[in-house]
């Protein structure tokens, strides 16, 4: 009898592991800096190269930088929701324009609308590579002491926003645990 | 056509000379072909040419220049990018599992395995018994 119960235990076992390993996505990346003090940054306005836009700019707030570039399909599939997003919510987004042409990246801003208090240019990715950005469009949630509270990869939609974010603002905020 | 060839493979990765000094080159070499092209998971970043590789690239050369050494360099990247980054995980608390696992297998099946074959020549002696 045990002869077929342990592999059939073990094998009740694995069935469960791989199912859930074949159902995560290996191009998402846990990101080392989860609850770690958030990179600091200064650079150049995309819009105004004279100003400087950096972490100074939401210093002392709960905020968040979205990763983006005109280059990037998800970025153009999320621009609708992160317009309505900052409409909707009282928590500033910045822009983190990355490795782009800041001429492509202003005029995308004027043609689409412009859902950012700021924008900074990276335009060789030095400050992408501090935030160990991989694949745009990323989303950070910074908390007011300057910790990333969460990260997102891929295209920012209402549900991800409702699921992950929302939970983690109300908290943050002590509306709830 | 060969010379353009030579051209074109020349063109499509840089991860080329970047050093006069041979042993520079030599340690950048070995750094590039150990980190891992995020965008393109199975590749090193020597391989790789995509910009992101490319950047990491310029940035290990920078840290190089700057007289950085080895470990510091894969410790800049590490916090970035997380252990992932490195073809060969750092033993750490959350790898230990992936530098365990192959040995602990191999343990448990030669157990078995020594313990089948002993079962079996058991009953081999029972039959010649018989």
Known sequence: MSRFLIPLVLVAVMIPVFVIGLNRDPSEIPSPLLMKPAPEFELPSLKDPGQNVGSANYEGRLALLNVWATWCVGCRQEHDYLLRLANETDIPLYGLNWRDRREDAVSWLQQLGDPYVASAYDEDGRVGIDWGVYGAPETFLINAEGVVLYKHISPLTEEVWQKEFQPRILAEKGIIE | ?130
Request: hydrophobic residues 45%.
């Open chain 2, 1 to 130: 056509m060969i010379l353009f060839l030579a051209f074109g493979l020349a063109n499509a990765i840089d991860a080329g000379k970047v050093f006069d000094d041979p042993e520079m080159q030599a340690r950048y070499e070995k750094i590039v072909s150990e980190v891992r092209c995020l965008v393109c998971q199975n590749q090193t970043i020597k391989d790789s040419n995509a910009f992101l590789a490319g950047d990491l690239r310029r940035e290990i050369q920078r840290l190089m220049e700057e007289g950085r050494s080895d470990a510091e360099i894969y410790d800049f990247l590490v916090t970035r990018y997380g252990d992932f980054v490195l073809y060969r995980p750092r033993m750490s608390g959350k790898t230990m599992a992936l530098w365990i696992a192959p040995f602990l297998l191999i343990a448990v099946g030669g157990i078995v395995a020594i313990r089948v074959v002993r079962g079996r020549m058991a009953l081999s002696v029972d039959d010649d018994t018989d």
